[in-house]
Structure formats: structure tokens, C-alpha cells
């Protein structure tokens, strides 16, 4: 599949993804793409940002293939039975351990437990062996339950905007690979 063929959903993490944040970056230059947008950032309440992407999910006119980072993973994940249908794929990276509560703030915590159900859509989860947010034993549990090829991203940290990641070529050609298993 190309991204040409597909509504490309953007789901963005906690505080959204700024300007040169990778997401945006891809957002930017995939004609096809759109971000799924929430009402409240900053204080994001599972239920909303679920019916969110359900919404743009179902609004979309083309198979759907989701690129989520940070808590746009979980919400993902807690969407996928309702999601199902319209989804060919997903690209999932840098999920937050959001049980652990040595790794996120409290007010994420309620995105957990994480559904463990396998994936019922072709996906692929990066992970970074120095994420402050997801130690990469846990990454390696979430993508034996949910079905996932797992990436090793190697010492990238969060892969956002502060780790350096900026435009992150890597994974381009990763979410490339991704779209011609679709």
C-alpha cells in the first residue's frame, strides 16, 4: 500500500507534537495525512481521546494506517476493537509504561492497564532501549501480546523533539517497510 491510498492519522502523545517533532514533520510532507486533534492536551482523559480517533477513524474515506507516539500509542491500543474495521495498520512508537509509576506523571496513569488483546490489524511497535517513559523489557511484553513486529530503536530515548529525533529518517524508512507489508 502507499500513503497516497491511505487516510495516514496522526495521533499525537501527551502535550501534542510541536512544530519539529517528527510526527509533524511526516504530517507536513504526506499529502494524505491528518492529525487527530484533542480537546485538552495537557490533562487528557482516556475516554475522550478514545472517541477521538474513533471519530476520525470512522470519518475517514480510505483504509486508515495510524502513526502514534506516547500516549497516542495507548490510546491505540484501548481503541483497536472499535477501530478494527477501517484500520490496515499501525505504527506505534515509544508506548509509555502508563502502570509504572516511576515512569509517568499521575495524571496519565489512568490510560492503564494496558489492553493486551492482540492487535486485530497489521502493526508495528518501536521502542527505545533508553526511554525514560517504557523500559525495553516492557516494549518486548506489549508487543508479544499485541502481535507486533517490535523495531529496536537502540539509545534514542523518548524519540521526540528533545531526544534529538527531529525529522528521524530512520523511521521513514521504517513506516516505508511498514506500508509495502500492507
Same mark, same amino acid.
Given at each position: ?19 519539529? !517533532?517528527?510526527?509533524? /514533520?511526516?504530517?507536513? @510532507? ?5 492529525? %487527530?486533534?484533542?480537546? *485538552?492536551?495537557? =490533562? #487528557? ?32 491500543? !484501548?481503541?483497536?476493537? /472499535?477501530?478494527?474495521? @477501517? ?5 506505534? %512508537?515509544?508506548?509509555? *509504561?502508563?502502570? =509504572? #509509576? ?81
Amino acid at each position: 500500500m502507499k500513503a497516497a491510498d491511505a487516510d495516514v492519522l496522526i495521533v499525537p502523545g501527551w502535550q501534542n507534537s510541536g512544530p519539529d !517533532h517528527w510526527q509533524s /514533520r511526516w504530517m507536513e @510532507k504526506m499529502s494524505t495525512s491528518r492529525r %487527530v486533534e484533542q480537546d *485538552d492536551w495537557d =490533562d #487528557p482523559v482516556l475516554a475522550d481521546w478514545v472517541d477521538r480517533l474513533v471519530e476520525e477513524v470512522e470519518a475517514s474515506t480510505r483504509p486508515v494506517v495510524l502513526v502514534a507516539h506516547s500516549l497516542g500509542v495507548a490510546v491505540v491500543v !484501548h481503541a483497536a476493537p /472499535r477501530i478494527a474495521r @477501517k484500520v490496515h495498520g499501525a505504527f506505534l %512508537v515509544c508506548c509509555p *509504561d502508563v502502570e =509504572d #509509576p516511576a515512569r509517568v506523571p499521575i495524571k496519565l496513569r489512568h490510560f492503564g492497564p494496558l489492553p493486551l488483546d492482540p492487535l486485530p490489524f497489521h502493526a508495528w511497535q518501536v521502542a527505545s532501549r533508553t526511554d525514560p517513559y517504557c523500559s525495553f523489557d516492557r516494549a518486548e511484553i506489549f508487543s508479544r501480546h499485541w502481535g507486533t513486529k517490535l523495531l529496536d530503536a537502540g539509545d534514542a530515548k523518548h524519540l521526540n523533539t528533545e531526544s534529538g529525533q527531529g525529522p528521524w529518517p530512520e523511521g521513514v524508512l521504517a513506516f516505508a517497510h511498514l506500508m509495502k507489508e500492507l
